[in-house]
């Protein structure tokens, strides 16, 4: 069964960046498209960005375009989420997920997690 450990936050001034990755096991990760959540303090989750399972579609929430990118590296089962100019509202745990497989085209805010449990998460924190 495809388990998903997330890694790479931290507290970064605003303007920094932070590259996020999702380690898989248990399951080749290519077999699936990988979507990032995040659920900042007080709020409902929230889909960021997505990745297809080959990687060649991506889509990204509009609060976070121009300034996220998603990729992946199925040799290595991880899927990174880079994070440029961050924000404080980009303050939260962020969330990876195996998604459907047409996730990648379809509206960011209609993502679900398709399979298995939310793992820990890793913290993000943007502030100076």
């Known amino acids: 069964q495809l388990q998903l450990v997330e890694s790479g936050g931290g507290l970064v001034q605003p303007g920094g960046s932070l590259r996020l990755s999702c380690a898989a096991s248990?399951?080749?990760?290519?077999?699936?498209?990988i979507g990032w959540f995040r659920q900042a303090p007080g709020k409902e989750r929230e889909g960021v960005s997505c990745?297809?399972?080959?990687?060649?579609?991506?889509n990204h929430a509009d609060s976070v375009k121009g300034r996220f990118s998603i990729s992946r590296d199925n040799a290595k089962n991880t899927v990174y989420l880079q994070m440029n100019n961050l924000k404080p509202e980009d303050t939260a745990i962020y969330y990876c997920?195996?998604?459907?497989?047409?996730?990648?085209?379809?509206?960011?805010?209609?993502?679900?997690?398709?399979?298995?449990?939310w793992g820990q998460g890793t913290q993000v924190t943007v502030s100076s």
């Open positions: 997920a195996a998604v459907p497989l047409s996730a990648p085209i379809q509206p960011i805010r209609t993502m679900r997690r398709l399979l298995g449990s």
């Open positions: 248990g399951a080749a990760l290519a077999n699936y498209a």
């Open positions: 990745i297809s399972s080959s990687g060649g579609t991506t």
